[in-house]
């Protein structure tokens, strides 16, 4: 039975070379010899030569997104994601669209973006071992590569009908290499009033106050073509808020001792406001 990565294996490139790649059992390899391994948890490394500057995040943050992301707080949040694609570009491969969703962790927006769409097929970039893991037992039509977003991505010029960006580093040039003509990225970023109800009292990194400023400079070779708020509130266990801490990147500066203490002194269960930006870009 073909494996999700065999399904795009045509749209997937060696990270040295560019060249195509074939698979053979669990080695990949393309036409100049450059091999890369699957894993025995499915996902694929298609890293070039240097080693990568970040190492993603680890087992327990992973863990805890999973938990996160399991109890359903973030659903809408996945449904505008889908929204923004139901309709993704007839292309080369209209057939079978692909959509990429860059450090797209455990694969969660991705399956259900897949759902959405019954054609489409997966790619979830992650350099974390221990997200892209979990991606790879995702959706049977999603295919987890690991790789380095900061690096020239693994994926054919044109082959992408979408990219995903939610939460996460994102390249802007790879971006627009990969995308199809017409194609569509689309982000999510986290709006001043995110979460605003715990991130003070657990001592949480905040939202940057010029970050959607950042966004549109980064994008600035982009045309934004849709932007949509998805404002409501979730009402949290105070394992949900533990696991909410330490998911992100608030999880390298909190004290765990401290972070339960905090939390058993809030209100159970918590009101707490999820609010997102969902911005729709065209290269
Ligand atoms: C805040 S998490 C968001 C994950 C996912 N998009 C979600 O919202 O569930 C950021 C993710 O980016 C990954 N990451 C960080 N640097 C990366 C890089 N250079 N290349 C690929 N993934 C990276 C991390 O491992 C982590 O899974």
């Given amino acids: 039975m073909e494996t999700p990565l065999d399904l795009v294996m045509d749209r997937l490139r060696c990270p040295v070379c560019t060249e195509t790649l074939t698979r053979t059992e669990r080695t990949v390899r393309c036409a100049a010899g450059h091999a890369f391994d699957i894993a025995r948890q499915g996902y694929l490394t298609l890293l070039g030569g240097a080693r990568p500057a970040v190492q993603g995040d680890t087992a327990d943050m992973v863990a805890a997104r999973t938990a996160f992301l399991a109890a359903g707080h973030y659903e809408p949040v996945a449904r505008a994601l889908a929204e923004a694609v139901r309709d993704v570009p007839a292309a080369d491969d209209a057939d079978h669209p692909l959509v990429l969703d860059l450090a797209g962790g455990t694969g969660y927006y991705l ?13 979830d970039v992650e350099i974390s071992p221990y997200a892209s893991r979990r991606a790879a037992r995702a959706h049977p039509r999603l295919a987890a590569v690991r790789a380095d977003v900061w690096q020239p991505l693994p994926l054919a010029a044109g082959s992408a009908a979408a990219v995903l960006s939610v939460f996460g580093p994102r390249n802007p040039a790879e971006i627009a290499r990969v995308l199809t003509p017409g194609g569509r990225l689309v982000v999510v970023a986290p709006a001043q009033d995110h ?34 708020a998805v404002r409501y509130r979730a009402t949290l266990t105070h394992a949900d808020v533990v696991h909410e801490a330490l998911m992100g990147p608030s999880a390298h500066h909190l004290d765990r001792d401290e972070l339960l203490a905090a939390v058993a002194a809030l209100p159970e269960p918590l009101a707490v406001t999820v609010s997102v930006t969902v911005s729709v870009h065209r290269a």
Wanted: a negative charge; zero cysteines.
């Fill in 195 to 228: 979460l605003a109800e715990i991130i003070g009292p657990l001592g949480m990194l905040t939202v940057a106050p010029d970050k959607e400023a950042r966004l549109a400079r980064q994008l600035a070779d982009f045309t934004t073509t849709a932007e949509r």
């Fill in 111 to 123: 399956a259900t973006v897949l759902d959405a769409l019954p054609r489409a097929l997966g790619v």
